[in-house]
């Protein structure tokens, strides 16, 4: 019989803890769904804008970005959910404002992430798609943007991470995401260093799922240009198990020993 | 069909094309020759409007390139002006610059569709006789990066021509090749040069190339021309100091 890691019959602290850290960590998994989407729908839009030849539109994305990079996300979390009402009127649902929240924090930096990688497209490549007459909207969606698109997957990663970790500021404004879970079960007596452990252990392999995915779609967009994806030369480099020199009978004083069995170390056979 | 009036290009402090006035007729192929920055590739980047003039203008087939009439003021081109100016031109480039997210048939393909509205397999019919006759359509599937060079530019050159340009732009189209697939390439300019109708301009240090192709042969040095002439002449007897010190070091190397 295979008990569900959730199950409340796992034995002491883990039956007693399972049950509620599992229901927070789908409200951490949907808070950094909603917000990846939130944040991958503005990096997009506002990263090009920010590139604009207008002087204005350039001026409303930089403006944005800065606004949302340079202030914490746990006071921007204070203002939609407690100031919000104050100054409007309308109360937001608190895991809204939370996923709102991470979405325009995350989706500054991301701006960064898409501005940079269109950037790095070769200029060759913006002027072969001008000699063949592209618009401007056909040269950024079927040339510059599906070259720049395997340059943001990598630092797109990082952000992502970033925003499953930032969740747990959720709840602070009493979202019952995975590490509000933690500390009301510890509140209620349950084993602290368990409890934490498990939190520690949970983040890591949500984590850890992100990078996966993410290693997936990039060797999908590698492919698609032509080229190695992450597993390509720079991993393979340190993955291969290196040639083991019998490097260590060099050492060995070879006095006594016939010269002929020294390099025949376990390793040469 | 082209016509350069008094064009002056700075980069900066550079100035890299000084009061520059040429003319070029339709169908008429002209190779520019000279020394590295004397503004060969300028000229080039000008007509395909990758760059804009400092001062002077530049008409193509009556057109000026870098202004447009509105009402009775000339006012700078904006995208619609250059993208009809542009239809009318082709480029091929040193380093090929073929698309790396599409296959060899998409990379001539996609120009036509999304620019000249052509149907897909309208586009694609043309691709492959255009493949066909760059002696490549066992490739139409393959992916750029699987090309040697010398198939790369060829397939470049196709993606060009799929656009039907009456200009044709070279821009130094073999330097970037290896020399034992510089000679294909060449034989199939050589070969879509003198089937005719298509006005070519070519900037290119192979002399041979350019005897083979060209009506006229302009010298360039520091952003003026030094000698205009057919190429007979040019290379057999030049006229001028410049050109023969030229000539001299590029058949050296």
Known sequence: ?269 | MIRFDKVVKRFGDLTVLRELDFHVRPGERVTLIGPSGSGKTTILRLLMTLERVTSGTIDVDGQCLSHMKRGDRLVPADERHLRRIRKKIGMVFQQFNLFPNMNVLRNITEAPVRSLGVPREQAEEKARELLEMVGLADKALEHPSRLSGGQQQRVAIARALAMEPEVLLLDEVTSALDPELVSGVQDLLRDIAHRGDLTLLCVTHEMRFAKDISHRVLMFDQGRIVEDGPPEQIFSEPAHQRTREFLQAVLDA
């Open chain 1, 1 to 269: 019989m295979t008990i569900s890691p959730c199950s409340a019959e796992l034995p002491g602290t883990f039956g007693e803890a399972m049950p509620f850290l599992c229901k927070g960590a789908v409200i951490t998994l949907q808070a950094t769904l909603g917000g990846s989407v939130l944040a991958i729908a503005i990096a997009l839009p506002v990263g090009l804008m920010a590139m604009s030849h207008r002087g204005a539109v350039r001026a409303v994305a930089r403006v944005y970005m800065e606004f949302f990079r340079g202030t914490s996300v746990l006071v921007q979390l204070f203002w939609l959910y407690y100031a919000m009402p104050i100054l409007t009127g309308f109360q937001l649902d608190k895991s809204f404002a939370g996923i709102l929240a991470l979405g325009l924090n995350l989706g500054a930096y991301g701006s960064e992430v898409v501005r940079g990688a269109v950037r790095s497209v070769s200029r060759g490549q913006r002027e072969a798609a001008i000699a063949l007459n592209f618009s401007p909207y056909h040269r950024m969606r079927y040339v510059i943007l599906p070259q720049a698109f395997i340059g943001m997957i990598p630092p797109m990663n990082n952000l992502l991470i970033e925003l499953l970790k930032a969740t747990s500021l959720l709840s602070v404004i009493t979202v019952a995401d995975l590490t509000y879970q933690g500390r009301l079960l510890v509140n209620s007596g349950s084993d602290q260093l368990i409890v934490f452990a498990l939190l520690l252990l949970i983040y890591f392999l949500f984590s850890y799922l992100i990078t996966l995915i993410m290693r997936f779609v990039e060797g999908r967009a590698a492919r698609m240009v032509g080229r190695d994806g992450p597993q390509g030369r720079p991993r393979r480099a340190w993955r291969s198990p290196r040639p083991r020199r019998p490097v260590p009978s060099v050492e060995i004083p070879s006095v006594e020993i016939p010269s002929a069995e020294t390099p025949s170390v376990e390793g040469a056979r």
